[in-house]
């Protein structure tokens, strides 16, 4: 009855985004020669959020070298898998800021800082520290699990300049990740939080990936806005928002559910 | 006889004049034993008196009857000795009893108002067939003297409001009467929303308050996610709030105390009571014993829907909330007094076997306290008596949940454990207390879970587990130097362990009587607090505090206040203080803390709260009572880097104005609010992330839901607030047994106010209010017997 008084005592009204601003997800992977870098701008409204164009992106190295992006069309750069229980539809991006760090690759241990220039003159700046790692090179042996029954456990040693570890499962039926220190006991049963999705699929194969991550990686993804204070994601971007971090990829491992 | 109403008359002028014109002109006639056609009279009631005096079972038959009763203590014929033993009759006939014994008549008006004096000259016993014409006399109040009022003459009392049991149940209520609800509704004390039972004092933070039970401390004192408080109507007596300028005796919080006092039992009759509302039921029993100088009270509350609808449909309410309260006193070996208190209570969400899926967890208080008193009689060191206290107690505060299925799991408990004594010395002129207090805090947090997936902020991730260990000393001497003034002077050490140092806290208020019923008041102090909940001030609803120690140096505080108070009459006050509070350092939540790095809890700001609180006051003891009560505040704080902004609790104008009328058989009230509107922070818009995937170095698209764009911290403010609230209850009896059902109306002129704003920027823009309570009829009934 309350809930019902309640109900009826809600007001909606319209609002103006005032947002304008540019965003800006940018990650350092020592495991690609290629780094992809996604730039977009909005208003602050949802369907407003599309693709920029024909902005400078450039990477200075710790050697003094400066990376320049490369624009291109790449419609596989961002997957925007089918998602009931998404609430807004995600834009496409078919444009993409591709930089080409060649044989020398990235340094583990180095630093790195971002520049965005988009045509209208907005500017995006950031800076990212390499977690100093061992790239993970032999994955560990592929696991088979009844997902009733069994767990996939993960343990890994700390690494220097990591902040924190994340542990990211994908499969043909959707991903999921979480944050953990040095090891990592999922049981078969683990589902999502907001729908109950299983995230070990039946007769799947599964790719889990043990990345360590930055400061910068770290703020942005382990939090979520907060819903009445409006606070709670935490970025390192002038100008801007989103997040330039930077990820070493540990441990890997298949896992496939009987 | 007239003579004798002339006297009476002169005593105590000021009653009369106080006293509204119905009161004025009511007519009196003698009691009769078929109690004058009035309800409460004819109540069945069992006392009996052995060597008492004929105020205090005049007072004992008032208290069972429910009913006023007004007489001149001054009378000589109140201090006769009475022994009549314990049987059953009407109220009307035990005041007849009483009469009789002690010379004196009892005097009944139509509105049911008692007053007792002496026999008139040359009548030997009031009788019931009384052929001289009704005398109208003034309604004189001089009953034994306000608790309020002996503050007023006696003590600097600056800050402080009390409340009586009547009081706090006076107001209309929410389902049902709430002592920290009817808090709320004082000078200089706010709510974030309507659905809060915790409570803003002055500008400062939720977390700032020392609430104590019989002194001692508990914590998060909420059931229902914060919609009511842990003590049982029932069992709650007096009512002590300190808004500012506190005591030495008190520390560890930097705003204010909120002290709840067991009710006492008062006859050596069982009493007990039973109260149905619309979420739970109470009940409670008390008695005195060793001719009243023992007393024991224990009272019960139980939520009952899911005991009712699981027994139909099994687990489809699995929320449950219970209270055990209960208190005892009793003298024991040569002249030592012995008191002990204790609570328990919890609220639980059952998980159905198996649904691994499925929100569950408990959290509620344990508190056990124990004090030995004694006071040594005149002469002791030349003073006019010594008391000595030595108190222990522990408290406990746990709170667990988890969906397993999800790695979500959720714990917080602290156990808190102290001793501690007072020795005051009373002297004519000078009252001087020293004390001590050992406390240690044991406490662990750990939350943790999906990231991205919306639990995080509600319950901050973290990790942590604590021992803070505190050592306090205080002196206090009270002052009077001459017959208008009154001067406290105090200071309290307190010395934490871990390296974050002592800290001095002095304290001083004064008070200047310019006349006999109006002071001047003044006062300052330091104050320190170390313990802090994680959980953030801009949460519209906070189910949970979560309580940890700093790690570094603890907040500080310092206010400062002036104002006056002025008698109006014996039952009438008026009071207005301003007060200026600077928070040194104050410890925030810091919103960008991380699970595993202790010591990021918090972040340091200062800030300062200044304003004026009024609040007009016509005691309980009449028809009428109730509080005209004006705040205005304004709050800010500074962050490290310098950023300033408005708290969420900064509301500039805050009103409350709270009745209560008692007219025959029924009491109505009343309670009208207005408020300005509190700060919030807008959202500017909002985004969707993409995720890195490094198992195909490419992206995916965030499936959590958008981002916010927030704009300034609290840089725009809900509307105007008001609400209207109304009750009435009627108290009757049936065999033998009070019954007093009640209707209580919440916003009766369902008035939109939002506590905030939720957006969503999918589509069409949009933001839609989180509301206030909208109109809200509960109701209920008391039962005693």
């Given at each position: 009855m309350l809930a019902a008084a309640t109900t009826a005592c809600v007001q909606t009204t319209s609002v103006s985004p005032d947002a304008n601003t540019l965003v800006v997800h940018a990650v350092l992977d020592p495991g690609a020669q290629h780094q992809f870098i996604v730039v977009q701008t909005t208003t602050g409204a949802l369907v407003t959020q599309r693709q920029v164009t024909h902005a400078v992106v450039t990477i200075a190295t710790p050697d003094g070298r400066m990376l320049t992006a490369v624009e291109r069309q790449d419609t596989a750069a961002v997957s925007v898998p089918r998602c009931e229980r998404c609430s807004f539809p995600f834009p496409k991006v078919t444009t993409i800021y591709d930089v080409d760090v060649g044989a020398a690759g990235l340094v583990p241990g180095g630093t790195y800082q971002l520049r965005v220039v988009a045509p209208d003159g907005r500017t995006v700046t950031g800076r990212t520290t390499i977690p100093n790692a061992v790239l993970s090179t032999a994955p560990l042996p592929t696991q088979t699990i009844d997902r009733d029954r069994d767990t996939v456990s993960v343990q890994w040693s700390r690494v220097a300049g990591a902040r924190s570890y994340q542990v990211f499962i994908r499969s043909t039926a959707g991903s999921y990740s979480l944050f953990a220190d040095t090891s990592v006991v999922l049981p078969g049963t683990l589902q999502v939080l907001d729908n109950g999705e299983d995230v070990f699929e039946r007769r799947l194969s599964h790719q889990l990936a043990v990345i360590a991550v930055d400061q910068n990686y770290f703020d942005y993804y382990h939090r979520t806005s907060d819903f009445f204070t409006a606070t709670g994601l935490v970025m390192h971007l002038d100008g801007g928002i989103g997040v330039f971090g930077s990820v070493v990829t540990i441990a890997t491992r298949t896992i496939v559910v009987e | 006889m007239i003579l004798r109403a002339l006297l009476l008359l002169l005593a105590v002028p000021a009653i009369a004049r106080a006293q509204v014109s119905r009161t004025d002109s009511a007519m009196f006639a003698d009691l009769r034993a078929d109690g004058n056609g009035v309800a409460a009279l004819r109540t069945t009631i069992r006392v009996g008196f052995t060597g008492q005096r004929a105020s205090d079972a005049l007072k004992s038959v008032a208290d069972q009857a429910q009913l006023n009763i007004t007489f001149d203590p001054q009378l000589p014929e109140l201090r006769t000795t009475l022994t009549i033993g314990a049987h059953e009759r009407s109220a009307a006939s035990a005041l007849l009893e009483i009469a009789r014994e002690s010379r004196l008549r009892v005097r009944v008006s139509r509105e049911a108002q008692v007053v007792v004096a002496a026999l008139p000259v040359g009548v030997q016993q009031a009788t019931a067939r009384d052929t001289m014409p009704p005398v109208t006399l003034p309604a004189v109040r001089t009953g034994a003297e306000r608790v309020e009022r002996r503050e007023f003459d006696f003590k600097t009392g600056v800050g402080k409001v009390s409340l009586t049991p009547r009081e706090t149940r006076s107001a209309p209520v929410f389902v049902e009467p709430d002592v920290l609800r009817s808090v709320q509704m004082l000078p200089g004390i706010a709510a974030r929303?309507?659905?809060?039972?915790g409570f803003n004092v002055r500008g400062g933070e939720a977390d700032q308050n020392l609430i104590l039970i019989d002194g001692y401390p508990i914590f998060t004192p909420f059931h229902m996610y914060g919609l009511f408080s842990t003590f049982i109507d029932p069992a709650v007596g007096r009512v002590n709030v300190y808004t500012g300028a506190l005591p030495a005796r008190f520390g560890e919080r930097l705003s204010s105390v909120l002290s709840v006092e067991s009710a006492n039992a008062t006859t050596s009759a069982l009493r007990g009571t039973a109260e149905v509302s619309l979420v739970s039921s109470n009940a409670s029993l008390s008695r005195t014993f060793h001719d009243g100088e023992g007393s024991w009270m224990i009272a019960a509350r139980r939520t009952y829907a899911d005991a009712v609808v699981n027994l139909v449909k099994p687990g489809a309410i699995p929320y449950h909330f219970t209270d055990v309260q209960g208190h005892f006193e009793t003298p024991i070996v040569g002249g030592v007094r012995f008191a002990a208190t204790a609570y328990d209570g919890v609220d639980k969400i059952t998980r159905p076997n198996g649904e691994d899926d499925v929100f569950a967890g408990a959290w509620g208080n344990r508190v056990i306290g124990a004090t030995l008193a004694k006071t040594f009689a005149r002469g002791f060191l030349g003073g006019d008596s010594l008391a000595l206290a030595q108190r222990v107690s522990t408290t406990r505060y746990d709170i667990h949940a988890d969906i397993p299925i999800v790695l979500f799991h959720a714990a917080n408990r602290i156990t808190d454990v102290r001793t501690g004594g007072s020795v005051t010395l009373y002297r004519p002129r000078w009252t001087h207390e020293i004390g001590y207090e050992l406390a240690s805090d044991r406490t662990s947090y750990y939350a943790n879970g999906p990231s991205g997936q919306g639990l995080g902020e509600l319950i901050p991730y973290d990790s942590l587990a604590q021992q803070s260990r505190t050592a306090s000393v205080y002196g206090d001497a009270l002052w009077r130097p001459a017959s208008s003034l009154i001067v406290e002077g105090g200071v309290r050490v307190d010395a934490l362990d871990d390296g974050r140092g002592s800290i001095v806290l002095p304290r001083l208020s004064l008070k200047y009587f310019l006349t006999p019923d109006i002071a001047f008041i003044a006062a300052t102090g330091r104050y320190a607090q170390w313990l802090h909940s994680l959980g953030r001030e801009e949460e519209l609803v906070q189910p949970f505090q979560f309580w940890v120690s700093s790690v570094s140096a603890p907040s500080v505080s310092r206010d400062a206040s002036v104002g006056v108070e002025r008698w109006l009459s014996p039952s009438r006050v008026f009071h207005v203080e301003a007060f200026h509070k600077h928070y040194e350092r104050l410890l925030v939540p810091n919103s960008?803390?991380?699970?595993?790095?202790?010591?990021?809890e918090f972040v340091s700001q200062r800030g300062t709260s200044y304003g004026a609180d009024v609040l007009l006051r016509q005691l309980d003891g009449g028809p009428f009572s109730g509080w005209l009560a004006y705040t205005y505040a304004v709050s800010t704080r500074i962050s490290a880097e310098g950023v300033r902004s408005f708290p969420t609790q900064d509301r500039r104008h805050n009103l409350n104005l709270v009745g209560s009328w008692r007219a025959g058989a029924y009491a109505f009230g009343a309670r009208v609010h207005f408020a300005s509107g509190a700060p919030y922070t807008p959202v500017l818009g909002a985004f969707g992330r993409v995720l890195y995937d490094p198992t195909t170095k490419r992206w995916i698209r965030d499936p959590a839901d958008p981002q916010t764009i927030p704009g300034e911290l609290n840089s725009a403010r809900v509307p105007f607030y008001d609400r209207v609230d109304v009750s009435v209850r009627r108290n009757g009896h049936i065999r033998g047994a009070t019954f007093a059902p009640y209707l209580s109306i919440v916003n009766l002129l369902n008035a939109k106010n939002p506590a905030g704003y939720i957006y969503d920027f999918a589509g069409q823009p949009k933001r839609t209010s989180f509301p206030n309570l909208p109109f809200a009829p509960t109701f209920g009934v008391s039962i005693g017997y």
């Open positions: - | 929303s309507d659905y809060s039972a960008a803390h991380a699970f595993d790095e202790p010591g990021d």
